[in-house]
């Protein structure tokens, strides 16, 4: 394990069938004013919004609602819901959705009582609030962010082309409390499902490929990436198959929590270049992960080669023997192409909507981070854009 380092989760969880039934033991610690937030609308066409508002009933909330949260939250819809949670002098937002809907709820959170414009504030400069904080509790939907327990937000920019997270280090702007029912997963579609379930393999690879260091969080994670081969191989075949969903929620929420991340450096390129992808197309966002991963792990083998020779043994259980490090690389690399074609991901820049010439300025609105295994050039940047452009 590397330097010195804090660990801390405020956030309470409730897993299981009967989970929401907790909500009743939460909403007593607010006060009246609940700001209810969801997305398009699928949580009363399958009688989720019915039972949560027969909670909030009961317990005499004053209830609020910013419907229409989109996959990729606009700082537009931000501006719109900070305007509704402070006319509504809200005391909790809760969250009702997927991923985007607690990234949404928590940016909120941070600007209701911030005097700066919060796109300048906190996706340009980073800043941390020096406001007070609304508490946000979720309702979760819909697996792969790990939202339900993190201090992440990410916003989109249409009008500058840029799709930013910011993960707030202050703890407080975790949610408070957030209820994990698997049920609530088995309607989404097939495209939503997969797209989850890299979302959260590939969080666990963003913390893992960096690093030379014998580190018990690399440990923990290789646990965790086979855990979702297992589980997703049984989902795909069977959407419906209860402890395979119940698995792939329980580890996207330790894939993100900020756990398998302590202790070493990480890197988190994967998701610059797809956050600058779906800045531009508004592409699904485990999707734009899939897209761009190949491309970017085959460049940067070499610098780490040692990380991917384990990943491919205590992974996907590539034999060693008689092999270079490089080979035995490169064999695990091929398992995680097979299992993402197997589940059918998009793999390809194209089939996102991206063209030759969107390019360049998705090179340029790509963040380039410096924890991982090489830090990555303009230039480069268009190349492994370019290659998965063409197809992994």
Same mark, same amino acid.
């Given at each position: 394990?590397?330097?010195?380092?804090?660990?801390?989760?405020?956030?309470?969880?409730?897993?299981?069938?009967?989970?929401?039934?907790?909500?009743?033991?939460?909403?007593?610690?607010?006060?009246?004013?609940?700001?209810?937030?969801?997305?398009?609308?699928?949580?009363?066409?399958?009688?989720?919004?019915?039972?949560?508002?027969?909670?909030?009933?009961?317990?005499?909330?004053?209830?609020?609602?910013?419907?229409?949260?989109?996959?990729?939250?606009?700082?537009?819809?931000?501006?719109?819901?900070?305007?509704?949670?402070?006319?509504?002098?809200?005391?909790?937002?809760?969250?009702?959705?997927?991923?985007?809907?607690?990234?949404?709820?928590?940016?909120?959170?941070?600007?209701?009582?911030?005097?700066?414009?919060?796109? &300048? /504030?906190?996706?340009? !400069? +980073?800043?941390?609030?020096?406001?007070?904080?609304?508490?946000?509790?979720?309702?979760?939907? %819909? =697996?792969?962010?790990?939202?339900?327990?993190?201090?992440?937000?990410?916003?989109?920019?249409?009008?500058?082309?840029?799709?930013?997270?910011?993960?707030?280090?202050? &703890? /407080?702007?975790?949610? !408070? +409390?957030?209820?994990?029912?698997?049920?609530?997963?088995?309607?989404?579609?097939?495209?939503? %499902? =997969?797209?989850?379930?890299?979302?959260?393999?590939?969080?666990?690879?963003?913390?893992?490929?960096?690093?030379?260091?014998?580190?018990?969080?690399?440990?923990?994670? &290789?646990?965790?990436?086979?855990?979702?081969?297992?589980?997703?191989?049984?989902?795909?075949?069977?959407?419906?198959?209860?402890?395979?969903?119940?698995?792939?929620?329980?580890?996207?929420?330790?894939?993100?929590?900020?756990?398998?991340?302590?202790?070493?450096?990480?890197?988190?390129?994967?998701?610059?270049?797809?956050?600058?992808?779906?800045?531009?197309?508004?592409?699904?966002?485990?999707?734009?992960?899939?897209?761009?991963?190949?491309?970017?792990?085959?460049?940067?083998?070499?610098?780490?080669?040692?990380?991917?020779?384990?990943?491919?043994?205590?992974?996907?259980?590539?034999?060693?023997?008689?092999?270079?490090?490089?080979?035995?690389?490169?064999?695990?690399?091929?398992?995680?192409?097979?299992?993402?074609?197997?589940?059918?991901?998009?793999?390809?820049?194209?089939?996102?909507?991206?063209?030759?010439?969107?390019?360049?300025?998705?090179?340029?609105?790509?963040?380039?981070?410096?924890?991982?295994?090489?830090?990555?050039?303009?230039?480069?940047?268009?190349?492994?854009?370019?290659?998965?452009?063409?197809?992994?």
């Amino acid at each position: 394990m590397l330097g010195n380092f804090s660990y801390c989760n405020p956030t309470k969880l409730y897993f299981g069938e009967d989970s929401l039934n907790y909500l009743n033991t939460e909403l007593p610690r607010y006060g009246k004013n609940v700001v209810l937030i969801y997305g398009g609308g699928s949580i009363k066409k399958n009688g989720i919004y019915d039972d949560v508002m027969s909670i909030l009933k009961e317990n005499e909330k004053n209830v609020a609602e910013i419907q229409g949260v989109m996959p990729n939250p606009t700082v537009d819809k931000l501006y719109e819901g900070v305007k509704i949670a402070r006319d509504h002098k809200a005391d909790l937002l809760l969250a009702v959705g997927g991923g985007s809907v607690c990234d949404y709820a928590k940016a909120v959170s941070v600007s209701v009582n911030c005097e700066e414009d919060p796109w &300048e /504030k906190y996706y340009l !400069r +980073f800043e941390e609030p020096e406001c007070e904080t609304l508490p946000v509790g979720c309702v979760l939907t %819909m =697996v792969g962010t790990g939202s339900e327990m993190n201090a992440g937000a990410v916003i989109t920019n249409h009008g500058t082309k840029q799709k930013i997270g910011h993960v707030f280090a202050d &703890e /407080k702007i975790m949610p !408070r +409390f957030s209820i994990l029912n698997p049920r609530y997963t088995l309607t989404l579609p097939h495209y939503q %499902m =997969v797209a989850g379930i890299y979302d959260i393999f590939n969080h666990i690879c963003e913390q893992y490929f960096s690093g030379k260091d014998d580190n018990t969080s690399d440990y923990i994670s &290789e646990g965790l990436m086979r855990s979702v081969l297992h589980a997703s191989r049984i989902a795909n075949k069977d959407p419906q198959d209860y402890e395979a969903r119940s698995n792939l929620m329980w580890t996207a929420t330790w894939a993100l929590n900020t756990l398998i991340s302590r202790g070493k450096t990480t890197d988190w390129m994967v998701h610059m270049l797809g956050q600058s992808v779906g800045a531009y197309t508004d592409a699904t966002h485990g999707m734009t992960l899939a897209a761009v991963s190949l491309p970017y792990y085959r460049y940067i083998l070499p610098y780490g080669v040692e990380k991917f020779k384990q990943f491919a043994v205590n992974v996907w259980d590539v034999d060693p023997a008689g092999k270079s490090e490089e080979e035995v690389a490169r064999e695990g690399l091929k398992g995680m192409e097979n299992w993402m074609k197997e589940l059918g991901l998009v793999m390809n820049l194209k089939d996102l909507g991206v063209t030759e010439e969107m390019i360049e300025g998705i090179a340029k609105g790509t963040l380039i981070m410096e924890g991982g295994y090489k830090v990555l050039k303009l230039e480069e940047i268009v190349e492994i854009l370019k290659e998965s452009l063409q197809g992994n």
